[in-house]
């Protein structure tokens, strides 16, 4: 199975700032990448799939890039509902996979 | 407005079995491929099986194949999810998702607790 192994494990940032997150996986996935939000007690929420194109309703400051083994979530100017658990997954081979996610918090 | 209820949770011995629903609304659920998605406490995503729009193909997580069965009634917007022989590892908030590879749509969960 594909490994997806997200970095960091947590990330903190300040209202206003950017944040990068990262998404690696064990053998390339061409571009078939998706990210998702999650926020306590509630279910995920796509952001991005396609390794790039955002979901619906997905404001302009989530975006995503990479292809192959290295994929990148950018957040421009953190807003407070953006402090959540994100997750990368891979939907190239089955089983589809999830990385473990990167807690962003507020500094 | 796409509306994905699951339900069916519960507290099970090891060894037990439990059947997981979810009921879909405000989409041509015939038209979509579904999956149930898992969350033990504390951790990460774990994706468990997927169905095709006809049920015609279906594809599972290792650690759960021979044991778990999904399965869906296009006549009544449901998917479901047979859990036979479950064991403490599966437990888990259980997740009811719309799409086949990535998911835009996902249900509120419904918590499976095994234990004696």
């Known amino acids: 199975e594909i490994v997806m192994t997200q970095s960091p494990a947590t990330l903190s940032v300040s209202p206003g700032e950017r944040a990068t997150l990262s998404c690696r996986a064990s053998?390339?996935?061409?571009?078939?990448l998706a990210w998702y939000q999650q926020k306590p007690g509630q279910a995920p929420r796509l952001l991005i799939y396609a390794a790039s194109t955002r979901a619906t309703g997905i404001p302009a400051r989530f975006s995503g890039s990479g292809s192959g083994t290295e994929f990148t979530l950018t957040i421009i100017s953190l807003q407070s509902e953006d402090f959540a658990v994100y997750y990368c997954?891979?939907?190239?081979?089955?089983?589809?996979?999830f990385g473990q996610g990167t807690k962003v918090e507020i500094k | 407005e796409v509306q994905l209820v699951d339900s069916g949770g519960g507290l099970v011995q090891p060894g037990g079995s439990l059947r997981l629903s979810c009921a879909a609304s405000g989409f041509t659920f015939s038209s979509y491929w579904m999956s149930w998605v898992r969350q033990a406490p504390g951790k990460g995503l774990e994706w468990v099986a997927s169905i095709k729009q006809d049920g015609s193909d279906k594809y599972y997580v290792d650690s759960v194949k021979g044991r778990f069965t999904i399965s869906r009634d296009n006549a009544k917007n449901s998917l479901y999810l047979q859990m036979n022989s479950l064991r403490a590892e599966d437990t888990a908030v259980y997740y009811c998702?719309?799409?086949?590879?990535?998911?835009?749509?996902w249900g509120q969960g419904t918590l499976v607790t095994v234990s004696s």
């Open positions: 997954q891979q939907y190239s081979n089955w089983p589809w996979t």
């Open positions: 998702a719309r799409g086949g590879s990535y998911f835009p749509g």
């Open positions: 053998q390339s996935v061409s571009s078939t």
